[in-house]
């Protein structure tokens, strides 16, 4: 059984681009969550979502993030007009029920550098 | 306010034991994790408490205190392996019962 998939693994974007990151949760999950982890900082929670559903996006910038989580394929964080301060490593957690009683399984993440 | 506090750095010796304590503070509480993470790797699940005492599994084992808010990782007969950053992270309630509140890591050193 495949654990989480992201891809990729580096990006490197030009300040004003954008930056599509990809997330395949494990077989048989359908709660995805995405978090943020800035050198020396703490995961950050970002967004939880369900299939076609936003379920909590209290930690997504209101501007140029959104994500997605579509009925098929992966889910994608999308951050438009990158700039330096999104260089960030970004990681991808699934579980097979709500995280708040079921362990999150993390993904290798994707290593985003802005310059 | 949620808060989650814990430890910065900690250094131990190889066969040691080692404690990492954790403080939490959270709008909605429903269960505590310890994760583990390698230099550059993805977050790996150690431990899930919900219940206060304490939860062994092989050489680590994890504790809660609900009514105090805290938390504390033990290992045991630490190896090099173990060098490695552990992360707590509480459940938080807001507008779900998805997202998890994490620590920033205690980056822990084995040394020989």
């Known amino acids: 059984n495949a654990g989480v998939m992201q891809n990729p693994r580096h990006l490197v974007r030009r300040r004003g681009q954008e930056a599509r990151l990809r997330c395949s949760p494990m077989?048989?999950?359908?709660?995805v969550y995405w978090y943020r982890q800035l050198p020396e900082e703490g995961l950050k929670f970002m967004v939880y979502?369900?299939?076609?559903?936003?379920?909590?996006e209290s930690g997504m910038p209101k501007e140029r993030f959104s994500a997605e989580f579509p009925k098929e394929g992966p889910s994608i964080l999308r951050i438009q007009q990158v700039v330096r301060g999104d260089s960030a490593a970004y990681f991808c957690?699934?579980?097979?029920?709500?995280?708040?009683?079921?362990?999150?399984?993390f993904g290798p993440g994707t290593r985003l550098t802005v310059t | 306010g949620q808060n989650i506090d814990q430890p910065t750095e900690m250094t131990a010796t190889e066969g040691a034991i080692v404690q990492i304590n954790c403080t939490y503070q959270?709008?909605?509480?429903?269960?505590l994790f310890w994760y583990q993470q390698h230099a550059g790797e993805a977050p790996t699940f150690l431990s899930y408490?919900?219940?206060?005492g304490l939860e062994e599994k092989g050489r680590f084992s994890s504790f809660l205190s609900r009514s105090k808010g805290y938390s504390y990782l033990l290992l045991k007969e630490l190896q090099m392996k173990d060098s490695a950053s552990y992360l707590c992270?509480?459940?938080?309630?807001?507008?779900?019962?998805?997202?998890?509140?994490f620590g920033k890591g205690t980056k822990l050193s084995v040394k020989p």
């Open positions: 957690a699934s579980s097979p029920t709500s995280g708040s009683m079921d362990e999150q399984y």
């Open positions: 959270t709008s909605g509480f429903n269960g």
């Open positions: 077989k048989g999950h359908s709660h």
């Open positions: 992270a509480a459940t938080n309630y807001g507008g779900s019962q998805g997202n998890l509140i």
């Open positions: 979502l369900q299939k076609e559903n936003i379920i909590d």
């Open positions: 408490n919900v219940l206060d």
